[in-house]
């Protein structure tokens, strides 16, 4: 059964600084991985959708990178800002058997950028 | 816009009631599924669909039960059997054809035993 561990739980930084959230997977056999940010009480907001064929995705300050072999993403940010401040949950896309486009969770790093 | 709804935003149950939240989208996507998120865990998922009049169990589907009747809807109810309903419940949605594609989420329901 795959599992999606995030690493570290909770994250403090000053406003201005570039800042790297860990995501690991124990099964390599994935379709794509996803990174979404969480604001308090809120839904989840689609950030990158890596594909199992990319190594990376860009969007703005955001990069996330995916090595399949290894089992690891990471989500970088550049130049953090205040709003930058919420939850961050990858989530990995397992190839099961029996179908469903399952999405298996981390238990997310939460990140308080501060002024 | 395209999107996902959940309602309400806020749902307060009475032990031994029933309840039901709303989910419906206008994405023309495939799938759509009900995950719970309880603090300091990750999100679980209840039930999900891939066609309509049809769904599967998640990994805590105990106490739950859903219906897809039309593409766009995914109503989940939480039954008298849920003995720990209090949570933020969140739907989502998802193409399936091609299995690339990502999820896109509502912003959720929380509900709350009194």
């Known amino acids: 059964k795959q599992e999606v561990t995030q690493i570290p739980a909770a994250l403090s930084v000053p406003e201005g600084e570039n800042l790297v959230l860990n995501c690991s997977f124990t099964?390599?056999?994935?379709?794509?991985l996803q990174w979404f940010r969480q604001d308090p009480g809120k839904g989840l907001t689609s950030l990158l959708l890596?594909?199992?064929?990319?190594r990376e995705q860009t969007s703005g300050r955001l990069n996330a990178s995916l090595d399949k072999s290894s089992g690891r993403s990471t989500l970088y940010i550049a130049a953090s800002q205040p709003g930058d401040s919420a939850t961050y949950l990858c989530?990995?896309?397992?190839?099961?058997?029996?179908?469903?486009?399952?999405?298996?969770f981390g238990t997310g790093t939460q990140l308080k950028v501060e002024l | 816009d395209g999107g996902i709804t959940q309602s309400p935003k806020y749902l307060f149950r009475k032990e031994g009631q029933n309840v039901t939240l709303s989910c419906e989208q206008n994405?023309?996507?495939?799938?759509m599924y009900w995950y719970r998120q309880d603090p300091g865990q990750g999100l679980r998922l209840i039930y999900y669909?891939?066609?309509?009049?049809?769904?599967q169990k998640g990994d805590i589907a105990e106490g739950y039960s859903v219906s897809r009747e039309k593409k766009e809807s995914f109503p989940l109810t939480v039954t008298s059997a849920q003995k720990n309903p209090t949570a933020f419940y969140l739907c989502?949605?998802?193409?399936?054809?091609?299995?690339?594609?990502?999820?896109?989420f509502g912003s959720g329901t929380r509900l709350t035993v009194v």
């Open positions: 989530a990995s896309n397992p190839i099961l058997t029996g179908g469903g486009n399952k999405l298996t």
């Open positions: 890596i594909q199992s064929s990319q």
């Open positions: 994405l023309n996507h495939d799938a």
């Open positions: 669909s891939q066609i309509v009049n049809d769904f």
């Open positions: 099964d390599s056999a994935i379709y794509n």
């Open positions: 989502a949605s998802s193409m399936i054809r091609t299995r690339g594609h990502g999820y896109t």
